[in-house]
């Protein structure tokens, strides 16, 4: 399975990866690409658990910060790509990985993700 979607500007986060309610994935790559000519792009990216049955933003979730953040502030030189390949996640039913450009130029950089399900 392959998801792709633009990065929003920082203070908005973007849904990269949701594993729905009785799934489970093991996302094997990101990469973040930065489509800009000219604009270097900066990256957070991160990882949330919905333990309990928890539902997108709601309570149970661990949220948007440093306990949850798994890549941090990758900087994206312009027509560059970054791409993580080297550690493998699992997510779990309702879990879900976000990002935010966060030098404020949304929409710049293109996020696809690969998973491949689990159960």
């Known amino acids: 399975m392959i998801v792709s979607t633009q990065v929003a ?6 849904n990269i990866f949701y594993a729905s309610t009785g799934t489970q994935f093991a996302v094997t790559t990101i990469i ?13 990216v991160y990882a949330q ?19 949850t953040q798994i890549l941090s502030n ?10 993580m390949d080297t550690e493998k996640f699992i997510l779990e039913s309702n879990d879900r990985l976000d ?8 929409g710049i ?4 993700v690969s998973a491949i399900a689990t159960a």
């Open 9 to 14: 500007a920082w203070p908005l986060t973007t």
């Open 32 to 44: 973040l690409c930065n489509t800009s000519n000219s604009v270097t792009a900066n990256v957070n």
């Open 49 to 67: 658990s919905f333990a309990g049955g928890g539902a997108l933003n709601a309570a149970g979730s661990l949220g948007i910060g440093t306990s």
């Open 74 to 83: 990758i900087s994206i030189p312009p027509t560059e790509t970054f791409v």
């Open 99 to 106: 990002a935010s450009e966060t030098s404020g130029n949304g």
């Open 109 to 112: 950089v293109t996020c696809t």
